[in-house]
């Protein structure tokens, strides 16, 4: 029906992928082939499988890329996929699990959750694992209940003892803003491994500033215009910009270089000094308090050529086994045979905690 549909307006399917909950064998491909006007090869079995990481593997079962190659007159290459049926393999194996907590905000709705608000981040989690041959068991947490208004909210901190590692990824916004901030602390001060990404990276500095460094009330000026200590801020360029209500360009968007320190966890991982990775944020670091933080302990590992922006604070090794957050987004660049060097390096930790 699919098919006689799109002849009705002139066009023709060159290959059929056959969504199923099994594998298609030989007469129900003729049969779907003799109907639609296809050769027989141009059905492609697409079934249903555990991961989403296996697709490729089985489309390949049926010559799927060499049929596209052949169809747009370009010539069929040796196909090599030992390393994605390694991977999948893996995936379907059985192994010890890595628990990881996700503190957020935008993933909860009545009662259910949506995981997709963080998919970039499930799915860097996942190659993460899969690199080190555990099964990732990733659970929400809800930033709100942590907060000081809520009710018990000092017995909720103590489950995040029973997480391998914990995250706080980015956002927009006042709402559960200090609940990740508690969350923070406690990891910090219980040396539970934790990751911070964008709004997560901005709120470590700021429970550091306010915990360790002494500044009482700092805050990041999105949330607080009067805290008397802009600890996160806009930038005066960035002023200027928004000043001439040109809110786009006020964003640091898509990729920009950083500079490793050597001796770090961020250096360590990476393995290279200078790094690309791509950002989708608005506040940054206040310049005038990066001495002073870094007095008290706070390590900048990462940051622009100019040493203008800070891209990548943790604690030293001895002190906590695994306290990282970066400016970017390094979950945009993970993938399936090549985790993002952070997230792996925070899994690494994570599965010996």
């Not at 068991?137 to 907060?147: C, G, H, K, M, R």
């Not at 927009?172 to 200090?178: D, I, Y």
């Not at 290279?272 to 944020?281: D, P, W």
């Not at 604070?313 to 945009?332: M, S």
Request: aromatic fraction near 10%.
């Amino acid at each position: 029906h699919a098919v006689r549909n799109l002849n009705s307006v002139g066009l023709q399917p060159d290959i059929i992928l056959a969504r199923t909950s099994f594998l298609l064998d030989k007469k129900r491909k003729e049969k779907i082939a003799f109907h639609c006007g296809l050769p027989e090869e141009s059905v492609i079995s697409a079934p249903n499988v555990q991961s989403i990481y296996e697709v490729p593997v089985n489309f390949e079962k049926d010559n799927l890329g060499n049929l596209i190659l052949n169809k747009l007159k370009i010539k069929p290459r040796k196909q090599d996929l030992k390393n994605w049926r390694r991977l999948v393999k893996n995936i379907k194996s059985d192994k010890q699990p890595v628990k990881i907590g996700i503190v957020g905000k935008y993933f909860g709705t009545g009662e259910f959750i949506l995981a997709d608000s963080y998919v970039s981040v499930i799915e860097a989690v996942k190659h993460a694992a899969y690199y080190f041959n555990r099964k990732p068991v990733i659970q929400w947490l809800n930033a709100e209940e942590f907060e000081t208004q809520s009710a018990g909210w000092q017995t909720k901190l103590k489950i995040l003892k029973k997480y391998d590692g914990i995250i706080v990824p980015g956002g927009f916004g006042g709402r559960g803003v200090e609940g990740k901030i508690a969350v923070i602390n406690y990891c910090r001060r219980n040396k539970i491994p934790f990751f911070g990404l964008c709004y997560g990276m901005q709120l470590a500095v700021i429970e550091f500033a306010r915990n360790v460094a002494g500044f009482k009330k700092a805050n990041t000026t999105e949330v607080d215009l009067e805290t008397p200590y802009p600890i996160i801020d806009i930038l005066p360029e960035q002023n200027q910009k928004l000043a001439k209500k040109d809110y786009g360009g006020s964003m640091r968007l898509g990729a920009y270089p950083a500079s490793l320190k050597k001796g770090t966890i961020a250096y360590s991982a990476y393995k290279e000094h200078l790094i690309s990775e791509r950002h989708r944020h608005r506040y940054e670091v206040n310049p005038d308090y990066v001495e002073r933080l870094e007095k008290k302990g706070i390590i900048f590992s990462g940051f622009s050529p100019d040493r203008r922006l800070m891209e990548i604070i943790e604690l030293p090794k001895e002190k906590h086994p695994f306290f990282v957050a970066a400016q970017f987004h390094p979950e945009f660049k993970s993938r399936p045979l090549k985790p993002h060097p952070l997230f792996r390096e925070f899994i690494r930790v994570a599965t010996s905690h």
